[in-house]
């Protein structure tokens, strides 16, 4: 059972414009997000988050939107830029499961020049 | 930021012999770390949980007597696949986890490719 799906395998954007990337979820325990991007070979690198008490969280170019009821949130990046091109992974934790993260199966955003 | 170091980055080794993957956190000292593999083009599967001075937390499907996993203090875990074989070829990623205001955040090692021939 896929609690974390990320629908999208992949996202082709043109540099400069915006990015979105989407996540959705079905355990509504879960109250916390976390976006991560990961480059061939490497480790996740965080992004950024948001709890569940709030519906936007912003830093720098990077915004997160979290849709409660829908259960969804998404990834906003603006403006795109071609470093930018990359794996995206969403993550859900819920804050009575140890710290356990739960995955989806990742975006690859191209950012075209 | 918090950093998170595995060594070696990667290892070839020969078909039944033992591999050890540490995992170290450089700035700050984690009382829980995570062990995850990443098969190509999959997402990453967490398998244990690593608690300093206790016993590690499997994931169900994961064999505890074949990934050995100690943290024996607060910024070092390690992972031990014994007898290896082929099929335990895969991208290890450990993680380790700081405590935030609302909730914790896991910060990622850069991954050990390990390939058994």
């Known amino acids: 059972d896929q609690q974390v799906k990320q629908n999208s395998p992949s996202l082709s954007v043109q540099e400069g414009r915006i990015s979105i990337l989407n996540c959705d979820y079905t355990?509504?325990?879960?109250?916390?997000f976390l976006w991560y991007k990961k480059y061939p070979a490497e480790g996740p690198t965080f992004l950024i988050s948001?709890?569940?008490?709030?519906d936007k969280n912003e830093d720098g170019r990077f915004t997160v939107f979290l849709n409660k009821s829908a259960k969804h949130l998404s990834l906003h990046i603006v403006p795109s830029q071609p470093g930018d091109s990359a794996v995206y992974f969403c993550a859900a934790s819920h804050s009575g499961n140890t710290g356990k993260l739960i995955f989806g199966q990742g975006t690859t955003l191209q950012v075209k020049p | 930021g918090a950093v998170v170091s595995q060594h070696p980055s990667w290892v070839i080794c020969k078909s039944g012999t033992s591999v050890k993957i540490e995992c170290r956190s450089l700035?700050?000292?984690?009382?829980?770390m995570f062990w995850y593999r990443q098969f190509p083009k999959q997402s990453l599967m967490l398998m244990a949980t690593s608690n300093e001075g206790s016993k590690a937390t499997y994931e169900q499907g994961v064999e505890k007597d074949k990934f050995l996993i100690n943290h024996a203090s607060l910024t070092l875990s390690t992972l031990t696949v014994t007898s290896a074989h082929p099929e335990d070829s895969s991208f290890y990623i450990c993680?380790?986890?700081?405590?935030?205001?609302?909730?914790?955040?896991?910060?990622f090692g850069p991954g050990t490719r390990l390939t058994v021939l």
């Open positions: 700035d700050f000292q984690a009382t829980t």
């Open positions: 355990n509504s325990m879960f109250d916390y």
């Open positions: 993680s380790a986890r700081v405590k935030g205001e609302w909730a914790d955040t896991q910060y």
């Open positions: 948001i709890s569940s008490i709030k």
